[in-house]
């Protein structure tokens, strides 16, 4: 039984991976240059905070739509391998308990 409680596990780490994946995907996708730095979304002063000029980046971005779809995948995925997990562990406990 520790083959299914293993794959359950790398399950929830690769969801993770996914997760973080996408999360870094969508910032990039919702970010512009302002100067010389990096702002997001909701990030940026305003004309008469900041001299610095706004200019669109023109390196080529993650699609933001593609990114939300990966999230979503991820925490699928995530859900299917925490309940093969749980599954996993109420096997052995069953069969602890009929051995005992």
Known sequence: ??????????????A???LNDAAQNTVKSTSFTV????????QINSPAQSSAPVRA?????PDLQSSLV???L???SYKASAKALKVALDIDKNLIDQLS
């Open 1 to 14: 039984m520790t083959t299914a409680i293993s794959a359950s596990l790398s399950g929830l780490q690769s």
């Open 16 to 18: 993770t991976q996914r």
């Open 35 to 42: 100067g010389d730095q990096q702002a997001g979304a909701g």
């Open 57 to 61: 980046s023109f390196a080529p971005l």
């Open 70 to 72: 990966d999230l979503k």
């Open 74 to 76: 991820a925490e699928f």
